[in-house]
């Protein structure tokens, strides 16, 4: 039973990551109805250079995410004004062979930085764990989690109490009525985009020191982020939140119990059961597209 436990609060510990890391995700979806597939990679340019700054200038991996936020923020808002801009009124498809493209532009460009090889940030908590009676809580997870914790309120409390955050959500919920109001709602999609990028600083930054990373790496990472937008509901932050803490539970009794070589099938699971039990996720709900022949 302790065992038992013991993983499930592993589990929870290592969603609440992947909450972070899905939030832009699925943001940059509701808002602009764009599937960023280069996600997973930015998410690993983030971790790279969170490696960089703590091998040569020794900043921890949580402080380091003061300097990766807003430099991905900043290279999400020139993504956005170079690429995805020219795809905006496009259908779904065009964004992910888009986004595909700069994915593997990003991948070619990690390599030859940093060489193809693996990598880790180990901060000197990083074999470190609490004991709570019989159970025993690793550090590391534990300070990612509550770091993810305190930047998804920043961007929870950024999009209900700014009236930059107001503005996404009205583009978001209807796109028409916010241009009658007076939104401009092409430089609010720039605006989503580039937060949505920003939190692969973040959730990059701690994911460097959760996971040993490779170029490579961001095909699985964008298969388990998928797996957890489609598990909550495309757009919902919500649903991103509670499907990540799912994933990331199933993912460890996965490891505890049955072995750690289908931890990475969990995701792919998720998906295809969603996709036929309720394509709309947990916390999405259903459209309806009525034709009308003439």
Request: net charge positive; aromatic share 10%.
């Amino acid at each position: 039973m302790t065992n038992f436990v013991q993983t499930i609060i592993q589990g929870l510990l290592l969603g609440g990551v992947y909450a972070l890391a899905a939030s832009g995700l699925t943001l940059v979806f509701g808002v602009m109805n764009v599937i960023n597939v280069a996600h997973g990679a930015l998410l690993i340019l983030a971790a790279y250079i969170t490696w960089q700054l703590w091998l040569h200038a020794g900043i921890d991996p949580l402080l380091a995410i003061l300097i990766t936020t807003p430099a991905m923020f900043a290279l999400g808002w020139l993504i956005y004004r170079l690429t995805i801009q020219r795809i905006r009124n496009a259908p779904a498809s065009m964004s992910v062979l888009l986004t595909f493209a700069i994915a593997l532009i990003i991948e070619g460009s990690i390599g030859l930085a940093w060489k193809g090889v693996f990598r880790a940030v180990t901060p000197s908590y990083f074999d470190e764990s609490f004991k709570i009676g019989p159970i025993y809580v690793p550090t590391a997870r534990l300070y990612a989690c509550a770091t993810a914790a305190v930047v998804l309120v920043a961007l929870w409390l950024m999009l209900t109490r700014t009236w930059a955050g107001r503005a996404i959500r009205a583009a978001s919920q209807n796109p028409q009525g916010a241009m009658l109001m007076g939104i401009d709602t092409a430089s609010v999609a720039a605006l989503a985009f580039a937060v949505g990028v920003a939190t692969t600083g973040a959730g990059g930054s701690l994911i460097s020191v959760l996971y040993p990373f490779f170029p490579a790496s961001h095909y699985q990472w964008i298969s388990r982020l998928l797996g957890i937008i489609v598990l909550g509901g495309m757009g919902s932050l919500a649903g991103a939140t509670i499907g990540a803490l799912l994933i990331g539970t199933g993912e460890t009794l996965t490891t505890a119990y049955i072995s750690p070589q289908w931890q990475t099938a969990v995701a792919y699971v998720v998906i295809f059961a969603v996709l036929l039990l309720r394509p709309q996720g947990l916390f999405g709900s259903r459209t309806r597209e009525d034709v009308a022949t003439a």
